[in-house]
Structures are given as structure tokens and as C-alpha cells.
């Protein structure tokens, strides 16, 4: 992993984007490969980890967990472990999660409605 120098003007940009435009802070906490996922999935009801491995079958353990904590930091869901053994880890959207669904479905039906060169049934996109 490398530092990342802060007062460099590829940094300070970002910044100054993520203070302007809101469809910019918004992927910035949703974006990438899995974070969308994991928040349709807990769209429907509170998961625990297992079935949220299970939801994601391709994702790594470590990379799950990652984006867990992240999604966690930003406020979109809330992790509540019971103690018992072995550990209960239930995740669940928070309200600012849950106003994301409308826009996740949306996102679903734009996709669909636009891939004409993708089956999404195919086994790449399993």
C-alpha cells in the first residue's frame, strides 16, 4: 500500500468535487464493485454475514469485511454483534442506507433497459 499525499492537486481536487457536486459524494460512498451490492441485498431485511457471503459468492472474505467497515463509517448501514458464541453479526441499512434503494432499483432497471450487448444470465455475469 502507498501514502497518500494529501496536499497533492489530484487530492485537492477531489476534495473540492466532493464539496460541489453531490452525485460525486454519493459514489464516492456507493461506488466501486461491491458496496452496491451489499446495500441491495440488505434492502430487503437485516443479514447476517454468512448469507451476506452467500448473496456475494465472489467476493473475498477480507474484501467483504473492508467494505463492510466502510459502508459502516459512512453511516449507510450498522453492524450489531451479540454476545454469544460463536459471534451473531447482524448489518442492517440505516435510514440514510434505505433512502438508497429507490436509486439502486433505478439503477437496476437503467441497466437492463440499456445493456443490449449483455445477457445478464450468462456466465460472466454470474
Not at 457536486?21 to 431485511?45: D, F, M, N, Q
Not at 467483504?64 to 459471534?87: G, M, N, S, W, Y
Request: proline residues 6%; aromatic residues 8%.
Amino acid at each position: 500500500m502507498y501514502a497518500v499525499k494529501e496536499s497533492s492537486t489530484n487530492q485537492l481536487n477531489k476534495q473540492a468535487s466532493l464539496c460541489k457536486c453531490p452525485v460525486t459524494y454519493t459514489l464516492e460512498r456507493i461506488g466501486g464493485r461491491w458496496k452496491a451490492l451489499i446495500l441491495y441485498h440488505l434492502s430487503g431485511k437485516p443479514l447476517r454475514y454468512g448469507e451476506l457471503k452467500r448473496a456475494l459468492p465472489d467476493i473475498t472474505e477480507k474484501m467483504l469485511i473492508q467494505q463492510l467497515k466502510e459502508l459502516e463509517a459512512d453511516k449507510l448501514l450498522t453492524r450489531v454483534a451479540q454476545p454469544v458464541v460463536p459471534p451473531h453479526v447482524t448489518y442492517s441499512l440505516t435510514e440514510a442506507g434505505a433512502a438508497l434503494s429507490p436509486v439502486l432499483k433505478a439503477m437496476a432497471a437503467w441497466g437492463l433497459n440499456y445493456s443490449e450487448d449483455i445477457t445478464f444470465n450468462a456466465p460472466v455475469c454470474k
